[in-house]
């Protein structure tokens, strides 16, 4: 299984503070890729990695990738209450059409 | 949620009954995916379909069943063969048929309920 597993299962934070979110995965892969997901809602895609890139921004948002250590990281800077949402990795593997998810880290961010 | 719509937005359902979702994309694309998701989970593969008139079973397919008659739409039935048909039902869609390497555009669920 390509899995991801993000750590930590829950963050709680200070607006203003920045959130990083890891994520581990098992075998070699195509992509990564996190979304968010707001309570009750569908998931929203924030930033694909490739396997061949170390690290990515969009926005606030910045991406990193250890293919040695098969791990990824989601950094948010300077956090706003609008960020509250629950945060998933997906992982893309070599010649596979699916994406596996893992079970999310969720994010607080009290004002 | 994109172009992707699904309904009903929650569905009650007695136990022994099949229940059908739907979903629908105006995206125009070839993909579509079928994610089931349990409280503090994350998302689990039904059914994929990387064109019309084909798709292919996920990780958890058993009981559940889907056709794509349409490239538009993609619904899944929840058979009675389900024993824990209980969920949130996710349905996505992505650009090309090899849906690892593309984004995937998420509609914004169905909960079921077996009562």
């Known amino acids: 299984s390509q899995q991801g597993e993000e750590d930590p299962q829950a963050l709680s934070i200070q607006e203003g503070e920045n959130a990083t979110m890891n994520c581990s995965y098992k075998t070699s892969i195509n992509n990564l890729q996190w979304y968010r997901q707001n309570s009750g809602r569908g998931l929203v895609h924030l930033i694909l990695?490739?396997?061949?890139?170390r690290e990515k921004h969009s926005g606030r948002l910045r991406v990193t990738l250890d293919t040695s250590k098969k791990s990824s990281s989601l950094l948010i800077t300077a956090s706003r209450a609008a960020d509250t949402a629950s945060y998933f990795c997906?992982?893309?593997?070599?010649?596979?059409?699916?994406?596996?998810f893992g079970k999310g880290t969720k994010l607080s961010v009290i004002p | 949620d994109g172009g992707i719509t699904q309904s009903p937005k929650y569905l009650f359902r007695k136990e022994g009954q099949n229940v059908t979702l739907s979903c629908e994309q105006n995206?125009?694309?070839?993909?579509m995916y079928w994610y089931r998701q349990d409280p503090g989970q994350g998302l689990r593969l039904i059914y994929y379909s990387q064109i019309v008139n084909d798709f292919q079973k996920g990780d958890i397919a058993e009981g559940y069943s889907v056709s794509r008659e349409k490239k538009e739409s993609f619904p899944l039935t929840v058979t009675s063969a389900q024993k824990n048909p209980t969920a949130f039902y996710l349905c996505?869609?992505?650009?090309?048929?090899?849906?690892?390497?593309?984004?995937?555009?998420f509609g914004p669920g169905t909960r079921l309920t077996v009562l």
């Open positions: 995206l125009n694309h070839d993909a």
């Open positions: 996505a869609s992505s650009v090309r048929g090899d849906g690892g390497r593309d984004t995937q555009y």
């Open positions: 990695i490739r396997s061949n890139e």
């Open positions: 997906a992982a893309s593997g070599a010649g596979s059409y699916q994406l596996t």
